[in-house]
């Protein structure tokens, strides 16, 4: 693509790999981390800095793949600059994107291509000014090597101490929630009351599929973070095979109750991009 858009625009290689290069590799590796945040794959920064450093890992690998073969016979220092340099400048511009994406957007499994255009903007002009030579080549790749893992480090510990207190915050209120509605007091709840408040504006068997929608979404929640709890103690948890059938339920429930009725259920149920990164881990 590269080789096409540079006889196409007449731009010399040089002038391209600072401009052009950035732009084109950049954005084919955020086409990836679109699909994943579709699919429901990345909930917390942790997901981001593992998924983003994976992507531009495998795109280094197959870049510098393709250079080994054309190339021919080369210095070792240009592997050197190219497997610790420009392969890890490709690790942190995808996980900076990734991350960029996953910091503003937080609502559903969208993502706003303002999220994404901010992202792509910082990854393309770290990108850029890597290309620039504005160092000495080796003294650039000791820059990377040591700016990135450092950064990523401090996601780390920033995403677990978030992740801790999110399980502890969310888990005792959708317990209490959960267990209202099998005692049958669920219209005593400000949930409750709540659904009984727009019942009337769906039909009957819509409002007793989000009821039904509510309870098997609380009991798979719960289950994710018990699950999430068993493997952060160092413990690989039994996955059931009647979470299957209900994450398959929850899907049928979705399609029946519909888009207008999962807005309304919205306010009752936490339906950011972590919860519905939370349910899809049962798949894993």
Same mark, same amino acid.
């Given at each position: 693509?590269?080789?096409?858009?540079?006889?196409?625009?007449?731009?010399?290689?040089?002038?391209?790999?600072?401009?052009?290069?950035?732009?084109? #590799?950049?954005?084919?590796?955020?086409?990836?981390?679109?699909?994943?945040?579709?699919?429901?794959?990345?909930?917390?920064?942790?997901?981001?800095?593992?998924?983003?450093?994976?992507?531009?890992?495998?795109?280094?690998?197959?870049?510098?793949?393709?250079?080994? =073969? $054309?190339?021919?016979?080369?210095?070792?220092?240009?592997?050197?600059?190219?497997?610790?340099?420009?392969?890890?400048?490709?690790?942190?511009?995808? $996980?900076?994107?990734?991350?960029?994406?996953?910091?503003?957007?937080?609502?559903?499994?969208?993502?706003?291509?303002?999220?994404?255009?901010?992202? =792509?903007?910082?990854?393309? +002009?770290?990108?850029?000014?890597?290309?620039?030579?504005?160092?000495?080549?080796?003294?650039?790749?000791?820059?990377?090597?040591?700016?990135?893992?450092?950064?990523?480090?401090?996601?780390?510990?920033?995403?677990?101490?978030?992740?801790?207190?999110?399980?502890?915050? #969310?888990?005792?209120?959708?317990?209490? =929630?959960?267990?209202?509605?099998?005692?049958?007091?669920?219209?005593? $709840?400000?949930?409750?009351?709540?659904? =009984?408040?727009?019942?009337?504006?769906?039909?009957?068997?819509?409002?007793?599929?989000?009821?039904?929608?509510?309870?098997?979404?609380?009991?798979?929640?719960?289950?994710?973070?018990?699950?999430?709890?068993?493997? #952060?103690?160092?413990?690989?948890?039994? +996955?059931?095979? #009647?979470?299957?059938?209900?994450?398959?339920?929850?899907?049928?429930?979705?399609?029946?109750?519909?888009? $207008?009725?999962?807005?309304?259920?919205?306010?009752?149920?936490?339906?950011?991009?972590?919860?519905?990164?939370?349910?899809?881990?049962?798949?894993?």
């Amino acid at each position: 693509m590269n080789t096409f858009l540079m006889d196409f625009s007449g731009v010399g290689l040089d002038v391209y790999s600072r401009g052009g290069a950035p732009i084109v #590799e950049e954005f084919l590796k955020g086409i990836l981390l679109i699909y994943l945040f579709k699919r429901n794959k990345i909930g917390f920064l942790i997901d981001g800095a593992i998924l983003g450093f994976s992507i531009g890992a495998g795109f280094s690998f197959v870049e510098n793949l393709y250079y080994a =073969l $054309t190339m021919g016979d080369v210095s070792p220092m240009i592997w050197i600059i190219r497997g610790f340099g420009t392969a890890i400048m490709h690790c942190g511009t995808t $996980t900076l994107l990734t991350l960029t994406i996953a910091g503003i957007s937080q609502e559903g499994n969208a993502v706003p291509l303002k999220a994404f255009l901010t992202g =792509l903007a910082l990854a393309v +002009i770290i990108h850029s000014l890597y290309n620039q030579f504005l160092l000495n080549p080796l003294v650039s790749t000791l820059i990377v090597m040591t700016v990135v893992p450092l950064a990523i480090a401090v996601v780390f510990q920033n995403g677990e101490k978030k992740l801790r207190e999110w399980m502890e915050i #969310e888990l005792s209120s959708e317990v209490e =929630l959960l267990s209202m509605i099998k005692e049958g007091e669920f219209g005593s $709840t400000k949930s409750g009351k709540y659904l =009984l408040h727009i019942k009337d504006r769906f039909a009957p068997e819509v409002v007793f599929d989000m009821l039904n929608y509510v309870r098997i979404y609380l009991e798979l929640s719960v289950k994710a973070k018990s699950v999430l709890l068993l493997r #952060e103690a160092g413990f690989e948890p039994v +996955i059931e095979r #009647e979470i299957e059938e209900k994450l398959n339920e929850l899907k049928f429930l979705e399609s029946s109750v519909g888009r $207008t009725g999962l807005l309304a259920l919205a306010p009752m149920l936490r339906m950011d991009r972590k919860s519905l990164w939370k349910i899809n881990m049962l798949t894993n």
